[in-house]
């Protein structure tokens, strides 16, 4: 696709299911990245995909989180035994081998625990 | 860490002014990016700048890098109300394997 694709855009759950969020970034791009973003707060790092290389899983808050990212292309982000505070909006974003060049956003998913 | 504080948090001007943000970061970068925000969800990318360069326009907007002062500053001029959103500076480390890390942002609000 011409840009970075995230489903589902919305997702409700109840608190303690697993929720999986998908990211196709563009074709390509060789990083992708995973960002949390609160209700009026900044973008929180999460995990961070780069070609072939072991995934920067620095960001993550907890061992509920997980990520995988299969053939270099299409990303998954699980979030196992949600709680309301992982309510958010998950942002993709994806970018060019190049160093740093400029990063695509999706536009988001938003996830809500009840 | 290498990332980015926007100052101030919140802005808000009148239609016409000029708005400026400011960014500091800690480590050494290879770049430094502008993005902006509308309605809380994907980011639009603005502009980079290069760690060898000082400033850099595009349309209204200029930036300008202060590699000595680890600093950035986004200067948007004749500001519209369309001008509206957060503004969020990213740092780029001196690798492609490291990662690009946002600051908390700038809310602007351009008052018509």
């Known amino acids: 696709g011409a840009g970075v694709s995230q489903s589902p855009s919305n997702k409700v759950t109840e608190k303690g299911k697993d929720v999986e969020l998908r990211c196709d970034p563009i074709s390509g791009h060789t990083a992708l990245y995973w960002y949390r973003q609160s209700l009026g707060q900044g973008l929180e790092f999460l995990i961070y995909f780069q070609g072939n290389s072991a995934p920067d899983k620095s960001g993550l808050p907890s061992d509920r989180f997980s990520a995988e990212r299969t053939g270099g292309s299409v990303s998954t982000l699980t979030i196992q035994r949600t709680q309301q505070e992982d309510s958010a909006v998950y942002l993709c974003?994806?970018?060019?081998?190049?160093?740093?060049?400029?990063?695509?956003f999706g536009q988001g998913t938003r996830l809500t625990v009840v | 860490s290498q990332q980015g504080e926007e100052d101030p948090q919140a802005l808000s001007i009148q239609e016409g002014e000029n708005a400026t943000m400011n960014c500091s970061y800690k480590?050494?970068?290879?770049?430094l990016q502008w993005y902006r925000q509308n309605s809380g969800r994907g980011l639009v990318h603005l502009i980079l700048?290069?760690?060898?360069?000082r400033e850099k326009h595009s349309g209204r907007l200029r930036v300008t890098l202060d590699t000595s002062k680890k600093s950035s500053s986004l200067l948007i001029t004749a500001s519209r109300a369309a001008d509206t959103a957060s503004y969020f500076c990213?740092?780029?480390?001196?690798?492609?394997?490291?990662?690009?890390?946002f600051g908390p942002g700038t809310s602007l609000s351009v008052i018509p």
């Open positions: 700048i290069r760690s060898n360069e």
């Open positions: 990213a740092t780029g480390g001196e690798t492609s394997y490291d990662k690009v890390i």
């Open positions: 974003a994806s970018s060019g081998s190049v160093v740093n060049t400029e990063a695509f």
């Open positions: 480590t050494s970068i290879n770049n």
